[in-house]
T-cell receptor
Framework: AQKITQTQPGMFVQEKEAVTLDCTYDTSDPSYGLFWYKQPSSGEMIFLIYQGSYDQQNATEGRYSLNFQKARKSANLVISASQLGDSAMYFC????????????FGTGTSLTVIP | DVKVTQSSRYLVKRTGEKVFLECVQD?????MFWYRQDPGLGLRLIYFSYDVKMKEKGDIPEGYSVSREKKERFSLILESASTNQTSMYLC???????????????FGDGTRLSIL
């Protein structure tokens, strides 16, 4: 079974609007971390935001927030006030605290911001 | 800032050649990783290492080997390059889980490898 599932291969959003990128995960480990990365067309992977499984509040970093619904095993990324520079691939990833040092990645969502 | 440096951004090689991709990190991370990225397939783990001279196979190790002689350096080797190994290769590093389970992986800029 896939550890991380991103069901939206491509998304479009109007500039200045908010957009939600979906991510669901599968784990039996009670302790885990969820990460979102941005990959512009230039190729580098940029870390955006982190959510721990025991964190009581949803993580926020500037215009990025994580809608963490533990019971549903979802960790959606919300980008508010989209900018043209947000056009990129976005990857969701998970690390399980007890089972090893691997990170599991989804297949990514390509976001295009329309002026 | 963490710096992960990959030796080449773009590389063109011929089938049958032995190819070396080098990666160096400056944050004293225990873990280092090599991924391959292809459109629609996301990141697939080739090999990772959690200590010097230690290595673990990932999801797609066939046709690849790795070397970690020093903590800061992790090399990916294509023993005999083939056209189906044309891809983007990403190196990453992170703390060992006990030191930082909440710490992200840090990535290099990637190497776009073409095998002709």
């Amino acid at each position: 079974a896939q550890k991380i599932t991103q069901t939206q291969p491509g998304m479009f959003v109007q500039e200045k609007e908010a957009v939600t990128l979906d991510c669901t995960y599968d784990t039996s480990d009670p302790s885990y971390g969820l990460f979102w990365y941005k990959q512009p067309s230039s190729g580098e992977m940029i870390f955006l935001i982190y959510q721990g499984s025991y964190d009581q509040q949803n993580a926020t970093e500037g215009r990025y927030s994580l809608n963490f619904q533990k019971a549903r095993k979802s960790a959606n990324l919300v980008i508010s006030a989209s900018q043209l520079g947000d056009s990129a691939m976005y990857f969701c990833a998970m690390r399980e605290a007890n089972t090893g040092n691997q990170f599991y990645f989804g297949t990514g969502t390509s976001l295009t911001v329309i002026p | 800032d963490v710096k992960v440096t990959q030796s080449s951004r773009y590389l063109v090689k011929r089938t049958g050649e032995k190819v070396f991709l080098e990666c160096v990190q400056d944050m004293d991370h225990e873990n280092m990783f090599w991924y391959r990225q292809d459109p629609g397939l996301g990141l697939r783990l080739i090999y990772f290492s959690y200590d010097v001279k230690m290595k673990e196979k990932g999801d797609i190790p066939e046709g690849y080997s790795v070397s970690r002689e020093k903590k800061e350096r992790f090399s990916l080797i294509l023993e005999s390059a083939s056209t189906n190994q044309t891809s983007m290769y990403l190196c990453a590093s992170s703390f060992y889980r006990r030191q930082g389970a909440n710490q992200p992986q840090h990535f290099g800029d990637g190497t776009r490898l073409s095998i002709l």
